[in-house]
């Protein structure tokens, strides 16, 4: 007996403006899970003023980094035998990041410095996403729901 457990196409996580411009992204649902799941992230306040927390779904990137060339050793017109280190190039650093690709929702907030926001996203079987916000210790929040994308069939099988 084979039994087919529907998955989450793109990870889904939390992008939080840090600074005017300066936006990061942290992945509470990973890529291919199943669902139904529920995860929780507790996410901090860097500044006094608006909070501004949107979910959305995320994408894997390859950061590409270059390293920074190395000077050259002063020679009085010898030719040494390192002229052969000279031709072996640094390898590029490659660093997997993840980035914001599809907003999904967007939650504001007054808050304070240090502030602690906790975050939970459920994704029913039918990948329905129920948000919640609220203030660490507060008995009240902010919940938004995202109904299900309608399923078209493709004709054949």
């Known amino acids: 007996m084979v039994t087919v457990t529907p998955h989450i196409p793109s990870a889904i996580g939390i992008e939080l ?21 529920r995860k929780t992230k507790v996410m901090q306040s860097l500044s006094d003023g608006e909070m501004v927390l949107r979910v959305c779904e995320g994408q894997r990137k390859i950061k590409i980094t270059k390293p920074e060339p190395k000077s050259k050793a002063e020679t009085n017109g010898e030719k040494d035998a390192d002229e052969d280190s000279d031709l072996e190039d640094e390898e590029d650093v490659r660093e997997r990041i993840w980035a914001a690709t599809k907003p999904l929702g967007e939650i504001t907030a007054k808050v304070k410095k240090g502030l602690k926001v906790e975050v939970t996203i459920n994704v029913g079987a039918d990948l329905s996403i129920s948000i919640t916000a609220r203030e660490l210790g507060a008995k009240t929040g902010v919940r938004g729901n995202i109904t299900a994308p309608e399923v078209t069939e493709n004709g054949q099988a």
Not at 17 to 37: H, L, R
């Open 17 to 37: 403006e840090a600074e005017e411009g300066t936006c990061s992204f942290e992945v509470v649902i990973p890529q291919d899970s199943a669902v139904p799941i």
